[in-house]
């Protein structure tokens, strides 16, 4: 998108390329992780992973603190594309909000119908319906011009779809032990930040100052912590104040953070989490697991449910004519991307923790069924890419 009117032009494109390359260093330290569980190495593993630092372990810090580091970039991007990029008008939202929305319903409803008769295991209904951006373009990197630009910003739009979902879900589903007065001061703080961008605060450190404290607080409140990161970019200034000398030429704050922590979330903080969270120690675990109603409600709910509800709602719109194949796209090519969005790992493991966090033995289940289910998913839609037919999709 070109800059018009004054309008920023949309950071799209890097953040395509940070997100792929991130999701080559995620699915690194994934493997690695999974290797350090099963080695010699992984007493010393799970024993640095629970230590103490202050009041929290390493664990809760990586899983509370850096992670609302990454919902505030998932927060700036669903900022900035909502109201000045690729998703900043109904026509453009329509196809990835409708295929979003499918991906959601479709792995949720067969995670239930695999665990209709478990109540405890229902709390986990929303595990396989988050699709992991930064693995799906790092699959999608691999196979370079093959797959037109045109789906890859489909992908990213859905991604940044169903990540807002996400975030409603965690904030309507997974908070318990309401404190009031630490709600009511995570609420005064963000009146302040509010006010500030009302007001025309330009700089980034009183946000980032008081966004830290409304972490504090949303983390006493009994609200997950992380969601403090996505309040917080809702309250970042997207525009320039007009007429002002640094307004010629200059990118807004929330330009300016989200280019900030692009590298670091890619390179640093999802790695991190993947790396924390994805070992998976095979010691006293048998192939039985992987028949577990919960292992295969998450698995097939990542691996079919993606298709059916991506694939699926997808192909009902534009079939009916109320929208398009992306441009330069075939049917297979669109397919090969709907099996991607079955790639679940990070925020699905985030969700699982969430779900089950008093219940280790649920929390491995639900591991192998998000790493069995996103690793069939990742290779079925390379495949399919690499041998779907390119021809441009015609109209009419």
């Not at 260093?25 to 799970?46: H, I, R």
């Not at 032990?177 to 509010?194: E, K, N």
């Not at 709910?301 to 079939?319: C, D, E, N, P, T």
């Amino acid at each position: 998108m070109k800059a018009g009117g004054g309008r920023i032009p949309s950071m799209l494109r890097n953040f395509l390329d940070s997100e792929a390359a991130g999701g080559l260093v995620l699915m690194g330290a994934a493997v690695l992780a999974l290797l350090v569980a099963n080695s010699p190495l992984a007493p010393g593993y799970f024993a640095a992973l629970h230590a103490y630092l202050g009041p929290l372990s390493v664990l809760h810090w990586i899983n509370d603190a850096l992670m609302a580091v990454f919902f505030l970039m998932v927060g700036l991007e669903i900022k900035r594309e909502m109201l000045d990029g690729q998703l900043s008008s109904w026509s453009r939202r329509m196809l990835p909000g409708i295929a979003a929305l499918g991906g959601m319903v479709a792995p949720a409803l067969i995670y239930v119908a695999f665990n209709a008769g478990d109540a405890q295991a229902l709390r986990g209904w929303a595990i396989p319906s988050a699709t992991d951006i930064a693995f799906a373009l790092g699959v999608l990197s691999l196979l370079g011009p093959r797959v037109p630009a045109s789906l890859k910003v489909f992908l990213a739009a859905l991604a940044i779809i169903d990540d807002l979902g996400a975030v409603v879900i965690i904030a309507l589903f997974y908070t318990s032990g309401l404190s009031l007065p630490d709600l009511g001061l995570a609420a005064a703080v963000l009146a302040v930040l509010y006010g500030m961008n009302r007001m025309g605060v330009r700089s980034l450190w009183p946000y980032l100052l008081l966004g830290a404290v409304l972490w504090l607080f949303v983390l006493r409140s009994g609200v997950h912590a992380t969601l403090a990161g996505v309040l917080l970019a809702l309250c970042i200034p997207i525009h320039l104040t007009p007429g002002t000398p640094e307004a010629t030429g200059a990118q807004s704050p929330l330009h300016r953070l989200e280019h900030a922590l692009a590298g670091p979330v890619a390179f640093f903080v999802v790695p991190l989490f993947g790396f924390a969270n994805a070992g998976v120690s095979f010691s006293g675990i048998g192939p039985e697991i992987l028949l577990e109603p919960l292992t295969l409600g998450v698995a097939v709910g990542l691996l079919l449910g993606k298709v059916i509800g991506v694939f699926g709602a997808s192909a009902l719109l534009i079939r009916s004519g109320a929208a398009d194949l992306p441009a330069g796209a075939s049917w297979g090519q669109f397919f090969g991307v709907a099996l991607l969005c079955g790639i679940g790992f990070t925020m699905s493991l985030f969700i699982g923790l969430l779900a089950f966090a008093n219940a280790p033995l649920l929390q491995e289940e639900v591991k192998f069924g998000i790493l069995g289910g996103s690793v069939v998913a990742g290779l079925l839609g390379y495949a399919v890419l690499r041998v779907a037919p390119r021809e441009q999709f015609r109209r009419g």
